[in-house]
C-alpha cells in the first residue's frame, strides 16, 4: 500500500505515532462536532499515549494489509492535519473489498476538501490495491456523508439495522457500495 498520496489540493500521508500529537489536535479542535459520528470518541482516546498505541496499531495493520488510514492536509501546510480517510476490513482473493470511513474538520466541511481526499484514496485503493468493491456504512442522520458518498458514485444497497453504537445508541445505517469502475467526481479536473 502506498504510504502518501497527492490530489490537486492535498496531501494523504499515513502517519507514524510520531505525528500522534497533530492527530490528537484534530481530534480536540472538532471533538463536539465528530462525536456526532465517531464510535468511539472520548476523552480517553484523545490522551497523547492512547493516540500513540492507536496509531501504532493502525500502521501495523496497514503493513499487513489489512487497513490504511490516510490523514489528510493541504500541500502547503502538512503538518496540520483536517482530514482523515480509512479503509479497513480490507479483504484479497475472491472479495476484493474494503469498508471506507472518512472525517473533515468543521472548519473546512462543505468545502469538497473530503470529496477531494476520498476520490484520491479510493483511486489508490482500485488502481494500486487491485480491489473490486468498496463500501460505506453510514448513521441514517449522516446526511453530509450521504451526500458525499452520493457525488462519489455510490449506490445505496439497503439498512443495516441497529449496526453501530454511538454516544450510547444504536444507530440504523445505510449500506452504500462503489464497484471499479464507478467512481465520479473529479476525474475530469484531476
Known amino acids: 500500500m502506498r504510504f502518501e498520496l497527492e490530489s490537486r489540493g492535498l496531501i494523504l500521508r499515513a502517519l507514524s505515532e510520531d505525528y500522534a500529537p497533530n492527530v490528537c489536535d484534530f481530534y480536540k479542535r ?7 459520528w465517531e464510535p468511539n470518541l ?4 484523545l490522551s497523547l499515549e492512547a493516540m500513540e498505541m492507536f496509531m501504532k ?4 495493520n496497514m503493513l499487513l494489509g489489512n487497513s490504511v488510514r490516510y490523514w489528510f492536509s493541504f500541500k502547503n501546510s502538512p503538518e496540520r492535519i483536517i482530514g482523515g480517510v480509512n479503509f479497513q476490513d480490507i479483504k484479497r482473493g475472491a472479495f476484493k473489498s474494503c469498508q471506507i470511513g472518512y ?3 468543521e472548519n473546512f466541511s462543505g468545502l469538497g476538501l473530503t470529496k477531494e481526499a476520498a476520490h484520491c484514496a479510493i483511486s489508490s485503493m482500485f488502481t ?15 446526511l453530509p456523508s450521504v451526500r458525499l458518498v ?20 444504536w444507530k440504523d445505517c445505510f449500506q ?12 475530469q479536473q484531476m
Open 128 to 142: 494500486d490495491e487491485k480491489l473490486h468493491r468498496v463500501e460505506a456504512l453510514i448513521a441514517v442522520d449522516n
Open 42 to 45: 472520548n476523552d480517553k482516546f
Open 176 to 187: 452504500y457500495s462503489l464497484l471499479e469502475g464507478e467512481l465520479k467526481g473529479l476525474s
Open 150 to 169: 452520493e457525488k462519489l458514485g455510490f449506490t445505496k444497497e439497503g439498512v443495516s439495522r441497529e449496526f453501530a453504537l454511538i454516544n450510547g445508541d
Open 30 to 36: 472538532n471533538y463536539d462536532y465528530l462525536s456526532k
Open 57 to 60: 496499531a493502525d500502521m501495523k
Open 103 to 105: 472525517k473533515i474538520d
